[in-house]
């Protein structure tokens, strides 16, 4: 069974500065991708970043970055000058290749940006 | 930019009564996901549905459950009789294909009384 596990159940940051969220994942899956959605109060999901496992290369969108570390089985998010509308559970999730192509996801961390 | 849409926003119902969740998928997707999300804890996969048949389906879908593509745009996910642990945020995704990215429409949530 595969599992994700974000460690932070909340988190602040002041705005401006850098944030990162964690998240660990457990596999015995070569091929996967991983993925970091963002819920805001609306409670709509929002993709915000992808990462293919194959790829060594960094993931980056705008202000957004991960770092991924196959082997340690870790995925963590960067959020760059953080601004007041990030604010919202963020949500770490992970797909292998299975036929169903389900998500699975983490548990959440809420992140707060304070003015 | 095209979006998952999905309706009603809100639904509210009465335990032993059926409900149907409409979505409308974004038109070029292949793969059709359902979510749900019980306030305060984390997304669970349903049911995924590609090529008019069900791909796959977590334990929660059981025989409660159904899901149809009635036309070329709706897709739709029937309780046949609410529970009140049902009560939860449920979202439709859609996906291109495989492994590429699913985009989630706004939910509806459901309240079972």
């Known amino acids: 069974a595969q599992t994700v596990t974000q460690s932070q159940p909340e988190m602040s940051v002041q705005e401006a500065e850098t944030v990162t969220l964690s998240c660990t994942y457990d596999t015995s899956e070569n091929n996967y991708y991983l993925f970091w959605y963002k819920q805001p109060p609306s409670r709509q999901m929002i993709l915000v970043i992808r990462q293919e496992a194959y790829k060594q290369q960094n993931a980056t969108e705008n202000r957004f970055s991960v770092n991924f570390q196959k082997a340690a089985k870790s995925f963590s998010l960067k959020i760059s000058d953080s601004q007041l509308g990030d604010t919202a559970m963020y949500f770490c999730a992970f797909v292998y290749n299975n036929a169903g192509n389900m998500l699975t996801f983490g548990g959440g961390t809420r992140l707060m940006v304070k003015p | 930019e095209p979006e998952v849409t999905q309706t009603p926003s809100h639904q509210v119902t009465q335990m032993g009564q059926e409900v149907i969740l409409r979505c409308v998928p974004i038109?070029?997707?292949?793969?059709f996901y359902w979510y749900r999300q019980i306030l305060g804890q984390k997304v669970e996969f349903l049911v995924s549905f590609y090529n008019n048949e069900i791909s796959e389906k977590s334990e929660i879908f059981d025989d409660q459950f159904s899901v149809e593509r009635p036309d070329g745009s709706n897709f739709t996910l029937k309780i046949r009789s609410t529970k009140l642990e049902d009560s939860a945020m449920y979202f439709c995704a859609s996906s291109e294909w495989r492994f590429y990215e699913q985009y989630f429409g706004p939910g509806t949530r459901l309240t079972v009384t």
């Open positions: 038109s070029n997707h292949l793969y």
